[in-house]
Nanobody, 123 residues
Framework: QVQLVESGGGLVQAGGSLRLSCAASGNILAINVMGWYRQVPGKQRELVASMTSGGNTNYVDSIKGRFTISRDNAKNTVYQQMSSLKPEDTAVYYC?????????????????WGQGTQVTVSS
């Protein structure tokens, strides 16, 4: 099993910054795809940023130039630095990691989600 724990959300004024963290635990062998999603009530969860193990990144247009996804391989942790925040960025943010882990017997694919962290941007 691979578990993800998110941190770093909160309340911030428009124009401010926050950094979200997503720490993975378990017998992880590889993290192949990392993503940050967000969801507001009544809407579908939206992928806002992603990164592959090779370092390729993609961002939704609404956050380009303001958000940056990164990782610390040694800590199995993924980050999202969010700057120039706007009220429309208010949402619950979720991390999603896909990769491989071992249970000591075999290698297993995982596709895990964090618990979600609330980001609220006031105008």
């Amino acid at each position: 099993q691979v578990q993800l724990v998110e941190s770093g959300g909160g309340l911030v004024q428009a124009g401010g910054s926050l950094r979200l963290s997503c720490a993975a635990s378990g017998n992880i062998l590889a993290i192949n795809v990392m993503g940050w999603y967000r969801q507001v009530p009544g809407k579908q969860r939206e992928l806002v940023a992603s990164m592959t193990s090779g370092g390729n990144t993609n961002y939704v247009d609404s956050i380009k130039g303001r958000f940056t996804i990164s990782r610390d391989n040694a800590k199995n942790t993924v980050y999202q630095q969010m700057s120039s925040l706007k009220p429309e960025d208010t949402a619950v943010y979720y991390c999603n990691l896909k990769g491989k882990y071992t249970n000591g017997i075999r290698v297993i694919d995982f596709d895990s989600w964090g618990q979600g962290t609330q980001v609220t941007v006031s105008s």
